[in-house]
Every structure is written in structure tokens, then in C-alpha cells.
């Protein structure tokens, strides 16, 4: 196993090769990756053609495997192409289609285009996620990461202060809000409960490099003691900062490229394709953290 550094700059993201993961691997290579996403968040493996069930093994090597969000009147159950152990990042329906316009499972989706973490609106986040690119777009269709850690350190010290002890509300409610779609028409009471804000710390910390990180997300709506517009601006501020060049690296993805990131230091989002005409088959499995950051 071999690792390339992408943003050498800032020592965020990496391409290893020497690899087949469809094959059995060592534990000392399984520790050796985990500590790599640990410094470098970001790992890209090339042609790696595996099925759903080659997925899951791997992904089982590095902890528990976060199940899909519930039947919604979204998604219901019977409309998934995939497992439960999926998350399906595609924009296919049930029969491989393209969504129509205005399904509101493509609205829904569309969420994924913000900044965010993955399962940032879980009590406990989620710690990886692994997403396989089975048919990619053409044109577009990027994932960009942010790496959290520097974003942090360039942050005044003034900055670092004001947001060591901030606690904001996430919820899948809130991102969606911004792109104008309304959860709580689409949904009964009883549902939009599944989706009430979590809290989370603004400040995090890895456990293993000891380095802070910002938990920063789309899905954040409130801000502990700060009124809701203060809280808008002072998050897409702060997304500002963390998404500035120097902190990028942006993913052009080839078919059979497998990307596992860590959503504790890291933010992303996906960049425009012309999802009606094109097909984007990317299938994620993601990783449960351990535990609550902050008693809820
Ligand atoms: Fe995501």
C-alpha cells in the first residue's frame, strides 16, 4: 500500500494504491488506513470494482455500520434500490431511472449539494463514510472536501474564543429549509419528530492527533443563546472561511474510485450535474461514531 498526499499544502487527503479491496486485508493494513484518515480525512482508492457485499465487509472494518434513515413519506421503504446498509447518494428511482424534477426525493437530495457532515443531525454523528462511484457523471458531479482542522487553526485566536464553547442545533429540517423546501408540510407531526435538532459542540477534537476541529454544517439552524438570523450569518461567515481554496480538495471521480472521508474533521458537498440526463450511481455506507458529544 502506497499513499499520495493531495493538498500537500495543508497535508489533507490522500491516494493510495497497491490495494485491492475486494480481497481479504490485514489488520495492520486496516489499522494503517484508519490512522491515515485520521491525519488525512480524506482517502481516495482507484479501480476498486466491487459489489454492495464487498462494500459492506470493508466498511464492517472499521466500526458499525449506520442504517438508512426511516421509511419516510419521502422514501418509503419499498421505493430503495438498495439495502438498508446503503445510503443511496444516486438519482435513480426504484427501476434506475433519473428522478423526475419535481419528486421531492430529487429535492430532498439536492441537500447533499450544501456544505455539510454526514449524520451531523444524529445525536451520535457519524464517524466515516465510504462512497463507491458504480457509474459517475460525465460532466460535473465533484465531491469537494474541506479539511475542519485547518480551517480551525487559521482562525483568529479572537475567533477561536468566541466558538470553543458553541453549541448549535442540527437538523436535516434546517438544510433543507435553505433550499426553500418546507419539511413540515411534506411530513406528519408524528413523523418530523424523527428529524428533531441535535445538539452538537462547534468545536471538536480528534482523540488521536490531539488537533481541533470545526463541526460546522448546512444542517445547523440554531445557535445556543444567539437569535435565528445572527445564526444564519454567522454560520455561512464561518462556512466562508473553511471553504476558502487552501483548505479544498475536490474529487473528480472516475468509475470504480471508492472515497472514504472522516466527517469528524472534514465537511463536503457534491457540485452540480445535469442529473436529469445523466446517470450517477454512487452508493455510501457510513461508520456510527462512538458517542454523544454533548448530552443532549
Ligand atoms: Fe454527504
Redesign the pocket.
Known amino acids: 500500500m502506497r499513499i499520495e498526499i493531495l493538498n500537500k499544502k495543508i497535508g489533507f487527503g490522500g491516494i493510495v494504491s497497491n490495494i485491492d479491496l475486494t480481497k481479504d486485508l490485514d489488520k495492520n493494513i486496516i489499522k494503517k488506513i484508519d490512522n491515515e484518515l485520521n491525519n488525512l480525512c480524506v482517502l481516495v482508492f482507484k479501480n476498486q470494482k466491487i459489489n454492495d457485499e464487498q462494500q459492506l465487509k470493508f466498511s464492517k472494518y472499521f466500526g458499525e455500520i449506520e442504517g438508512a434513515g426511516k421509511n419516510t413519506t419521502i422514501r418509503k421503504s419499498n421505493e430503495r434500490r438498495l439495502s438498508d446498509s446503503f445510503?443511496d447518494?444516486s438519482n435513480l428511482d426504484v427501476n434506475n431511472k433519473p428522478f423526475k424534477k419535481t419528486d421531492n426525493k430529487r429535492y430532498f437530495a439536492l441537500g447533499?449539494r450544501l456544505w455539510?457532515?454526514?449524520a451531523s443531525f444524529k445525536k451520535v454523528p457519524a464517524k466515516y463514510?465510504l462512497l463507491s462511484g458504480r457509474k459517475v457523471a460525465k460532466v460535473g458531479g465533484e465531491t469537494q472536501f474541506s479539511d475542519m482542522r485547518s480551517a480551525y487553526d487559521k482562525l483568529l485566536e479572537s475567533k477561536k474564543k468566541q466558538i470553543e464553547t458553541m453549541v448549535c442545533y442540527h437538523s436535516l429540517i434546517y438544510s433543507r429549509h435553505r433550499l426553500g423546501i418546507d419539511m413540515h408540510k411534506m411530513m406528519s407531526k408524528e413523523e418530523i419528530k424523527n428529524f428533531e435538532p441535535v445538539k452538537q459542540p462547534l468545536v471538536r477534537m480528534n482523540n488521536l492527533t490531539k488537533r481541533k476541529s470545526i463541526f460546522l454544517a448546512s444542517h445547523i439552524g440554531e445557535i445556543e443563546g444567539m437569535e435565528k438570523p445572527d445564526t444564519i450569518l454567522f454560520v455561512n461567515d464561518l462556512m466562508e472561511h473553511c471553504t476558502k481554496d487552501m483548505f479544498l480538495y475536490t474529487h473528480q471521480w472516475d468509475e470504480n474510485d471508492l472515497v472514504i472521508w472522516d466527517n469528524r474533521q472534514s465537511m463536503?458537498?457534491?457540485l452540480y450535474y445535469d442529473d436529469q440526463n445523466e446517470i450517477r450511481d454512487v452508493r455510501?455506507t457510513t461508520i456510527s461514531g462512538s458517542e454523544m458529544l454533548i448530552a443532549q
Open positions: 445510503g447518494v447533499n455539510h457532515t454526514d463514510s463536503h458537498r457534491g455510501r
